[in-house]
């Protein structure tokens, strides 16, 4: 019975850390509102300080409230607070991860 719990948390760290980032993972601002993302004190707390969409930040915590994910940034060795992780994009956190390009084989004839 040990055996198999272990297992299934295994597959489930798995599964985690292919959604969500790695912390420590670079991400851009990305608001799409247009406007400053505001970086508060807590998940939904007093708003600190705002960042500019394009901005690189690093993830260092995570956390969900309310069913919404919220990400702690930091910028320059400096932590800077928490931020609606929707405004984030993190896709580009490790150009390494990605695969070879494909090179397709053209049909016999």
Do not use: Y
């Amino acid at each position: 019975m040990r055996h198999k719990r272990i297992v299934a948390a295994t597959v489930l760290a798995v599964f985690a850390f292919a959604i969500v980032p790695a912390f420590g993972a670079e991400c851009v601002v990305a608001d799409p509102t247009g406007t400053p993302l505001n970086v508060r004190a807590q998940p939904n707390g007093h708003i600190l300080s705002t960042l500019d969409n394009g901005l690189s930040v690093d993830m260092i915590a995570e956390t969900r409230v309310g069913g919404k994910r919220w990400v702690q940034v930091a910028a320059d060795g400096e932590t800077l607070g928490w931020v609606f992780a929707n405004f984030l994009d993190c896709s580009r956190r490790d150009e390494n991860l990605k695969s070879a390009p494909m090179h397709p084989r053209t049909a016999p004839e």
